[in-house]
């Protein structure tokens, strides 16, 4: 089975940056993904690593080490648009699960003035 | 391509009722997911289609949970006998392939009275 950790709940200010930890343990894995979701609406893609090392998109970064179960997503220069929950996703590959993500419980990213 | 769409948006059914969601995927997406969300918490996996063919359903998936996807198009998720515990924010994706993203509708928001 997957068990995937981060935490509840940040804070931080407009402007600075913010690292979300992920802690993964899974019996197959075939990559990370990183969603970010507002209140009442639909996760939305923000990065995937598969291999170790840092992705960088923008304003939004992820990074993998598969050694140690282990992924942060990173968010400079915070905007109060960021203001969100981040869910950390493991994708299984076990025969015909295929795609199969496992979320962990989300963070909750506040962003203030 | 306006993305996945799911219909309807809201339902309230009266605890022991039957309700049944639609899920669109993008066109040219093969693969379909059903997860469930509850209040703080990240989706769970519920079922995954490959074309018209249900190749996985999770053990979360009790008897009155059933999915169908007839011709590789839309699918629909019918909930027989609903209980209160099934309430929660039903979400359903769809990607090309199995190394691609997942796309994720707006959910279904279903409230057991």
């Known amino acids: 089975g997957q068990n995937i950790d981060q935490p509840t709940e940040m804070t931080a200010t407009e402007g600075a940056i913010v690292q979300i930890n992920c802690t993964y343990q899974t019996s197959g894995f075939n990559g990370l993904f990183w969603y970010q979701q507002h209140a009442g609406e639909a996760p939305t893609f923000l990065s995937y690593n598969v291999l170790d090392g840092l992705e960088e998109k923008g304003r939004f970064s992820s990074f993998l080490s598969r050694s140690k179960g282990y992924s942060y997503l990173l968010l400079k220069e915070l905007q109060m648009k960021d203001s969100a929950s981040y869910l950390c996703a493991v994708r299984d590959y076990r025969g015909a699960a295929g795609n199969k993500l496992t979320f962990g419980g989300g963070t909750r990213v506040l962003v203030k003035p | 391509d306006t993305g996945v769409s799911q219909d309807p948006r809201h339902k309230i059914t009266k605890r022991g009722q039957n309700v049944t969601f639609r899920c669109d995927p993008i066109?040219?997406?093969?693969?379909l997911y059903w997860y469930r969300q509850t209040l703080g918490q990240g989706p769970e996996f519920l079922t995954y289609f490959q074309n018209e063919a249900q190749l996985e359903k999770s053990r979360l998936l009790s008897d009155r949970f059933s999915a169908e996807r007839p011709k590789g198009s839309f699918s629909t998720l019918e909930i027989q006998r609903t209980e209160q515990g099934d309430s929660a924010m039903y979400l359903c994706a769809s990607s090309e392939g199995t190394e691609q993203q997942q796309f994720f509708g707006p959910g279904t928001r279903l409230t057991v009275l």
């Open positions: 066109s040219e997406h093969n693969r």
